[in-house]
């Protein structure tokens, strides 16, 4: 379903992830992808590894030069006789997914398995390391023909913070705060307060998603199902719907 939201990562005082999202943005939807996630501490540790070592913000040119290798995947797509099923002709889910509108929460596990895959290469070169004495040799003498190795796993990123300000489709937005450890679930629009997440986000009088509930991570990770999380969240809805 075409529920609008946007995923944030804040960490050393800042926003490192802000990804926008078409789909299921909801609670049910997106909201269980991250709690899934966060309800696991070693995918926190290589969230934080893989947004130190792996994430990169490409340029204008950069982008432009991948709009047009997508453009040319999604021709060649056609071209060939694909036939797209749901996503399939996505060029940006395809080739550069953590740049594209439906990876939604997977944008969590696209960074974490970029640490993950950093520290298997790693671990390929310590075992390597113990017999290059000929690549190393070779490499010298300008023949890297030998040596082991692999592309580096970068995910490019594209801050999109500026989607809350948008009171009629940011249905949803939700922030994984690494510094204070808690995820923060928001819906709806509200007017800017000075202690509000958004609060340096656009013009002092753009509106922003209100703030539905604020669980801890260690909170998180003590609840028995995704149930027990939604629950959580609709008992705090019903009880800001009976307030108004």
Same mark, same amino acid.
């Given at each position: ?165 948008? /009171? %009629?489709? !940011? ?12 995820? =923060?679930? $928001?819906? &709806?629009? +509200? ?18 998603? /209100? %703030?539905? !509930? ?12 995704? =149930?027990? $999380?939604? &629950?959580? +969240? ?11």
């Amino acid at each position: 379903m075409g529920t609008r939201h946007i995923i944030c990562i804040f960490w050393k005082g800042k926003f490192l992830v802000a990804q926008y999202g078409q789909w299921d943005g909801y609670p049910e939807g997106q909201g269980v992808k991250i709690f899934r996630f966060l309800s696991v501490q070693r995918n926190i540790d290589h969230l934080k590894d893989g947004l130190e070592k792996r994430v990169y913000y490409p340029t204008i040119e950069q982008l432009r030069t991948m709009q047009a290798e997508v453009d040319n995947w999604e021709h060649n797509f056609f071209q060939n006789g694909g036939i797209a099923f749901g996503n399939e002709r996505n060029g940006w889910l395809v080739l550069y997914p953590s740049l594209a509108r439906d990876t939604g929460a997977q944008i969590l596990r696209l960074i974490a398995h970029a640490s993950m895959v950093k520290e298997d290469e790693e671990t390929r070169e310590e075992k390597d390391d113990k017999s290059t004495e000929v690549e190393k040799s070779d490499e010298k003498n300008g023949d890297s023909s030998s040596a082991v190795g692999s592309k580096e796993t970068r995910i490019p990123i594209q801050l999109q913070l500026g989607f809350v300000n948008d /009171g %009629l489709f !940011c249905e949803w937005a939700y922030v994984i705060d690494l510094d204070n450890e808690v995820f =923060e679930v $928001f819906g &709806g629009t +509200v007017d800017k307060d000075d202690h509000h997440r958004f609060k340096d986000v656009g013009d002092e009088r753009d509106s922003v998603p /209100g %703030l539905v !509930c604020s669980l801890k991570f260690s909170e998180l990770q003590l609840m028995k199902s995704q =149930e027990e $999380f939604l &629950g959580k +969240v609709k008992d705090v809805l019903e009880g800001t719907l009976e307030s108004d």
